[in-house]
């Protein structure tokens, strides 16, 4: 079946039956992001001797199985360390720095941080509900199979950041720069887009139900197999009504 390009406002929208959608990191307009580099072995972290604190400085350390919920401290650096089964929520981590880190099935629900940067990060099956990550930097980012409702990302930068099969329902990036962001069959019904940079971001197969910001979608890439379904919602965030014509009137 051949592609059907549709433009408005400078936003490209491919429809294509769902069985052509390319797979994560086959996008033209953004690029895969680089992998972790993993440590050649990992000291396990205890709640005793390797604590939270400020200006603390972790590499090559793994945190498995870790109760941290409410922590508070600034200018944390971990480098090379893997997250897993570790409940950060709820606490706050100011200016911190994640490099060549994974983070799995672990909780940052409700997570407060402000100038934090993420480079070369994987996040998996994580619970990241609530999380608050303002004038942020994403770097080689790849968040998959995860939990993002009523996340905050306002006035963050995505380079080579995809979201896989993700859960962004109210997610905000409001002023936000999303031109090196892919988001891969993600719901993102009533997510705010208000004033975020937009050219080169691309959609593939993502519910943008209720969306706001609608005009800050220029020159961003939609791929999509539900047409009808993506009109409706740019209409009614357009607050325009559609009415489907009957072929057999007139």
Not at 100 to 122: K, M, P, Q, W, Y
Not at 180 to 200: E, I, N, W
Not at 202 to 210: K, Q
Request: aromatic share 6%.
């Amino acid at each position: 079946m051949p592609i059907k390009q549709v433009r408005c406002a400078r936003t490209t929208v491919h429809c294509m039956p769902s069985a052509q959608t390319p797979r994560s990191g086959s996008s033209k307009a953004t690029t895969a992001p680089a992998k972790p580099k993993p440590p050649k072995s990992l000291e396990l972290a205890t709640l005793d001797e390797d604590d939270l604190r400020d200006e603390g400085a972790f590499t090559a350390v793994g945190f498995y199985d870790l109760e941290l919920p409410g922590r508070t401290a600034k200018a944390v650096e971990f480098n090379q360390c893997r997250f897993n089964r570790v409940d950060l929520s709820g606490g706050t981590l100011n200016k911190a720095s994640f490099t060549d880190c994974l983070i799995e099935h672990s909780n940052l629900a409700n997570l407060r941080t402000d100038g934090s940067a993420l480079i070369r990060v994987r996040i998996d099956g994580a619970r990241l509900t609530g999380l608050q990550w303002i004038d942020g930097a994403f770097r080689d980012v790849t968040v998959q199979d995860s939990r993002l409702d009523l996340s905050v990302f306002r006035s963050s930068d995505f380079r080579s950041t995809l979201f896989s099969d993700s859960n962004l329902a109210r997610a905000d990036f409001a002023m936000a720069d999303l031109c090196g962001a892919h988001f891969v069959r993600c719901d993102l019904s009533a997510a705010q887009f208000s004033g975020a940079k937009m050219a080169g971001a691309r959609f593939t197969d993502c519910t943008l139900d209720g969306i706001g910001g609608v005009s800050a979608f220029e020159g961003a890439t939609i791929v999509t197999g539900d047409l009808v379904g993506l009109s409706r919602a740019f209409a009614a965030a357009l607050g325009v009504s559609l009415e489907l014509s009957d072929p057999q009137s007139g």
